[in-house]
Structure formats: C-alpha cells, structure tokens
C-alpha cells in the first residue's frame, strides 16, 4: 500500500511540529513523516492504527515526545532509518509486534517511556524496545 489513511501525514518538510491531535482508526499509521529535518511528535493521543502508531522515517534531528499510543497494529514508534532521532517519555500498549523499534539510525536515543503489552498480534512475543542495526544508539 502507499502510505495512505494515516491520522497526519507529513513527507519532505522540515521545521514541523504535530502536536495534541488524536487519532482513531486510522487505515496506515497515526502519525507519519517521511523525509524530514527538526520534526517534533508531542503529546498526541493514537489508538487503533492499523500499521504504526508514530513513524519517523528517514528523518533527522527529530523526536516522538509525550504519546500515548494504543492499540496498534505493528509497532507503537518506529524510528526508521533517521540521523539522531530521539524516542523520549511515550506510554504504549498493546502492539501488535514490538513497542519501540529503532532500525539503521545513524544516533538514536530511547528513553523514559512506558511500555505495556507487546506481541499481541497472532500471539508472538514483541520486545518493548528493539535497536536493530544502528550506531551511536542509547
């Protein structure tokens, strides 16, 4: 599919903040950026999205700050392929695979967050958070 039905969307923009929405029943993911520098995703309520809750995806100098996540279908926060992304004092529960999954990110931190049940999706364990393939990571 192509990234559509997502809450917010937001593709090659920088200096953005997405801020206090909520989100439900979304076809894609509640919050998603794609190609972006200075992005800020804070204090936004997603429940019952249908891939990620916040995605951050070849982004830079950005962060998912404050959410409460629940209910989605892969992962609570996805950090994707960035350059010092930053996943700092988010709730999430029930993933469908893991809460937080940071991949290939040249400096990512995770910290402070509070995170519930994961793996729900056809009974698989998720980890709250997985560093996969990184540098610099925290």
Same mark, same amino acid.
């Given at each position: #599919?192509? =990234?559509?039905?997502?809450?917010?969307?937001?593709?090659?923009? =920088?200096? %953005?903040?997405?801020?206090?929405?909520? /989100?439900?029943?979304?076809?894609?993911?509640?919050? &998603? %950026?794609?190609?972006?520098?200075?992005?800020? !995703?804070?204090?936004?309520?997603?429940?019952? *999205?249908?891939?990620? $809750? !916040?995605?951050? $995806?070849?982004?830079?100098?950005?962060? #998912?700050?404050?959410?409460?996540?629940?209910? %989605?279908?892969?992962?609570?926060?996805?950090?994707?392929?960035?350059? =010092? !992304?930053? *996943?700092?004092?988010?709730?999430?529960? *029930?993933?469908?695979?893991?809460?937080? &999954? *940071?991949?290939?990110? #040249?400096?990512? /931190? !995770?910290?402070?967050?509070?995170?519930?049940?994961?793996?729900? #999706?056809?009974?698989?364990?998720?980890?709250?958070?997985? %560093?996969?393939?990184? /540098? =610099?990571? /925290?």
């Amino acid at each position: #599919a192509p =990234n559509i039905g997502s809450g917010v969307h937001s593709t090659s923009s =920088n200096n %953005v903040v997405i801020e206090d929405n909520k /989100t439900d029943n979304t076809g894609w993911d509640g919050v &998603r %950026v794609n190609f972006g520098d200075n992005v800020l !995703v804070k204090i936004n309520d997603i429940d019952n *999205a249908f891939r990620t $809750g !916040v995605y951050l $995806g070849q982004t830079t100098n950005s962060s #998912a700050i404050g959410n409460d996540i629940d209910k %989605v279908g892969n992962y609570g926060i996805n950090l994707d392929r960035g350059s =010092n !992304v930053t *996943a700092d004092g988010n709730s999430i529960d *029930a993933t469908g695979l893991d809460g937080i &999954r *940071a991949l290939r990110n #040249a400096t990512s /931190t !995770v910290k402070n967050n509070k995170i519930g049940q994961t793996g729900v #999706a056809n009974n698989i364990k998720g980890n709250g958070i997985i %560093v996969d393939g990184g /540098t =610099n990571s /925290t």
